[in-house]
């Protein structure tokens, strides 16, 4: 079993920028792909961000191009999501959430069903 934590949420104006945090428990965390998913009240989930166990390939939602940026610092057991040019339609629940078997070292994935352990969010809301 994995347990991911997520930190670094909060209250931000538009245009300005947060960090997001997701430390995983377990010795296989670079083995897993990751990803970043966010969820805004009466909406779908929604797929972020995400990168391969090898940290060589990045995925984002077209939304957030030029404006987040996931990493992952495999020594660590973490995995990054800086956000810039923050806008209140980002405003959501952040999740992050690790896929065991993501196969090659290039793959990420971007259906949610992918994954198998998440983590319990943080909020962030950006006030215009």
């Known amino acids: 079993q994995v347990h991911l934590v997520e930190s670094g949420g909060g209250l931000v104006q538009a245009g300005g920028s947060l960090r997001l945090s997701c430390t995983a428990s377990?010795?296989?965390?670079?083995?897993?792909?990751m990803g970043w998913f966010r969820q805004a009240p009466g909406k779908e989930r929604e797929f972020v961000a995400g990168?391969?166990?090898?940290?060589?390939?990045?995925s984002y939602v077209d939304s957030v191009k030029g404006r987040f940026t996931i990493s992952r610092d495999n020594g660590k057991n973490t995995v990054y999501l800086q956000m810039n040019s923050l806008k209140p339609e980002d405003t959501a629940v952040y999740s992050c959430a690790a896929d065991r078997e993501p196969g090659s070292s290039w793959y990420v994935p971007a259906d949610p069903d992918e994954y198998d352990y998440w983590g319990q969010g943080t909020q962030v809301t950006v006030a215009s």
């Open positions: 990168i391969s166990w090898s940290g060589g390939s990045t």
């Open positions: 377990g010795r296989t965390f670079s083995s897993y792909a």
